[in-house]
């Protein structure tokens, strides 16, 4: 089983490479579910299908969803923000922005990935692909599991069994709601969910995220960004694709100097994120919707191989904490130490 997701600035051509890896998959005989975690969905009309909620079939063996995040909300955390709505009201808040409160930012991306993991788990589907939103959501969803484990030992820091003995005493005296039964299991499972979800996407052997890039300056800077956080996380990077490059026959003047600028922005890609492989795809003479456009974008992108395919393996940026102190081990294979610098430039 493989799991894809594709990243990048938002417009570059991640629900396009998405759909048409899934159509491709399909079509070598892979059972294969495109899962769009983008609240502005827009999968419905890359295929050119109308899907919903659930998993459409698409066609023999290709299916596709659009998650439905208030839904998936609801179902991992309707205990847990009824508690917390709860007790900030105790504290005096007015209950509509306690239950704004309730609800942090990222939540619901944190929820799409627990679907992945969901049809992971239950082997519904020898691929799944996930069309994530413009970087910076994605960033913030593939970080939540470590932030959520963190804000939640700040609420929940008792043990169930604890609080299960004095609850009946305890709120007579400390005049705030102790967390219900119910509250501490659906923490429990959340927790378990994270945990199987990280394992599941931070191995390389399952799961692979690709960067969607276009040849320009601020594009390539933000995937950059990305790349540090993802081998921050501990996602595997598998490739980095440079989509709506200009292809050879374009010779008209008036697109030399954009060439020109593709070329040396290409060259750019390469050195940022070598050795992960770099595949480019080229700007169609039109958009691509529909299965036959999507697949011809595939087979184009790919060649002849299977998409699937783990395209590279090792981590080459890690980072380490030892002792309270992190070491960033850098892969440069050509380099000696002393010709190295390094730079800090506020976060990054
Ligand atoms: N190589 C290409 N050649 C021509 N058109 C393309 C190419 N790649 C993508 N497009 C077109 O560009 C538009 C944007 O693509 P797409 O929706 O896949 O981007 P996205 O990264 O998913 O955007 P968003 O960030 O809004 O989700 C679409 O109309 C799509 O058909
Ligand atoms: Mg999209």
């Known amino acids: 089983m493989r799991i894809i997701i594709y990243t990048g600035k938002g417009g ?17 005989g892979y059972k294969t579910i495109v899962l769009s975690t983008d609240p502005a969905h827009s999968l419905s009309d890359s295929i050119g299908k109308k899907i919903g909620k659930n998993p459409v079939k698409v066609t023999d063996r290709l299916w596709a969803q659009e998650i439905d995040v208030t839904e998936e909300l609801r179902i991992n955390w309707d205990k847990i923000q009824g508690f917390i709505v709860k007790f900030l009201s105790y504290q005096g808040f007015d209950k509509f922005i306690a239950e704004e409160f309730a609800i942090f930012p990222g939540l619901e991306e944190l929820f799409s990935l627990l679907k992945i993991n969901e ?45 299960k003995t004095i609850k009946p005493v305890a709120e007579k005296v400390v005049k705030f709601p102790l967390p219900s039964d119910d509250v ?10 994270i945990e199987y979800t990280k394992k599941t996407l931070t191995n390389p052997k399952i799961s692979s995220v690709r960067l969607v890039v276009n040849a320009e300056k601020m594009v390539i800077k933000e995937s950059q960004r990305a790349y540090t956080y993802l081998n921050l996380f501990e996602f595997p990077v ?4 440079v989509n709506k490059v200009f292809p050879d026959e374009i010779s008209d003047r008036y697109f030399k100097k954009w060439k020109f600028t593709q070329a040396k922005h290409i060259d750019t890609v390469r050195e940022a994120f070598d050795p992960i492989p770099i595949k480019i795809s080229f700007l169609h003479d039109d958009e691509i919707t529909g299965l036959n456009k999507l697949l011809k974008f595939a087979q184009n992108l790919f060649k002849d191989e299977d998409p699937t395919k783990i395209y590279y393996y090792e981590k080459p940026m890690q980072i380490e904490e030892r002792n309270g102190r992190y070491f960033l081990k850098l892969k440069m294979p050509i380099f000696t130490k002393k010709e190295v610098n390094i730079w800090i430039k506020n976060d990054e």
Do not use: H
């Open 238 to 241: 598998d490739l980095v694709i």
């Open 184 to 193: 501490y299991a659906q923490v429990e499972e959340l927790y378990k969910k």
């Open 119 to 163: 049809y992971y788990e239950k082997e519904s589907y020898d691929v799944i692909i996930a069309d994530c939103a413009p970087t910076a959501n994605t960033i913030r969803m593939l970080s939540f599991p470590d932030i959520v484990s963190w804000y939640m030992e700040k609420f929940f820091p008792l043990e169930r069994k604890l609080v």
């Open 12 to 28: 570059v051509g991640k629900t396009t490479v998405s759909a048409a890896t899934g159509v491709l998959c399909a079509e070598l």
